[in-house]
Structure formats: structure tokens, C-alpha cells
């Protein structure tokens, strides 16, 4: 995305953001999303004891969903407004246990092409000092002409 503005048309903001709101998945976590850029997006979402796995930490399921979903609106920034987009290739490293109180997943676009987009991203967990605790590689898939695939 080098040499082009971030600058964000609004309406593909109101898309984005309307989209967020129907990820049923995504209320069920208490994430929202933090801010939207042309080729970016973050996520944040509060630890909660019922996402926990078996050591108390915040389960990799989680981690990787909003990582995925940050990659996923980063991707949708670049597409036209009549198209979706959906994930069809990741990689997740959990580098650390996800210990702390609030966790920001980080998606950015790599390449935006026709049909495949190619994104990472990275979680970090905030508390007394910013750690990364996982870093992600996405392909998307533009989707179009597709009914009930457009947001």
C-alpha cells in the first residue's frame, strides 16, 4: 500500500463499520473496532474468563478469529463497494500466552490485487508493556456477484 493515501472514502467506512456490527461473533467477544485506514484495520477485545483456555490465558481460537477478522477489514478497505471478501489461507504464530487485560489485533494489507489479498497482522496484549503475542499471514479472496457476499 506504499505511496497511496490512507485517507478512507466514507463510505466504505459506514460499510466496514456496518459490517463489524453483524458479526454476531464478534459482539459475543465485546470486540469493536478501533480504527479503519485505507489497507488497515484494529481490533480490540477485553479478556474475558469464559474465552479462557485450560492455564487461564485467552484461548488461540480467539486470538486467531480477531486477528482474522483485522486482516479481513484491512482487505476490505481496498475492495470496490459491491464486492466481499472472505479468508481462504492463514497462518497464525501465538508467540506468547495472551495474558492481559486488553488485547488489540492489528491487520494491514501486504498487497491488494484483483482477486487475492494478501495481509498480516499482529495481536498485541496491552498491560504494563506492549507484547505481541501473535502475528498472522491472510490471503482473502474478492468476492463478487455473489448474493449475500458483499460486505
Do not use: W
Amino acid at each position: 500500500m506504499e505511496g497511496r493515501s490512507t485517507m478512507l472514502d466514507s463510505r466504505v467506512r459506514e460499510r466496514c463499520c456496518s459490517s463489524f456490527s453483524k458479526q454476531a461473533f464478534m459482539t459475543t467477544l465485546d470486540a469493536r473496532l478501533l480504527s479503519l485506514e485505507l489497507g488497515s484495520a484494529v481490533i480490540e477485545v477485553p479478556f474475558n474468563d469464559k474465552f479462557t483456555q485450560q492455564h487461564g490465558f485467552l484461548h488461540g481460537g480467539v486470538v486467531t478469529s480477531v486477528l482474522d477478522s483485522a486482516c479481513g477489514y484491512a482487505a476490505l478497505t481496498t475492495m470496490e463497494l459491491d464486492s466481499g471478501v472472505l479468508t481462504v489461507e492463514l497462518k497464525i504464530n501465538l508467540i506468547k500466552p495472551a495474558a492481559g487485560s486488553l488485547f488489540q489485533a492489528h491487520g494491514k494489507v501486504v498487497r491488494a490485487g484483483r482477486t487475492l489479498i494478501v495481509c498480516t497482522g499482529e495481536v498485541c496484549a496491552e498491560g504494563d508493556e506492549r507484547n505481541v503475542i501473535a502475528v498472522m499471514q491472510a490471503t482473502m479472496m474478492a468476492v463478487r456477484e455473489r448474493a449475500g457476499i458483499k460486505d
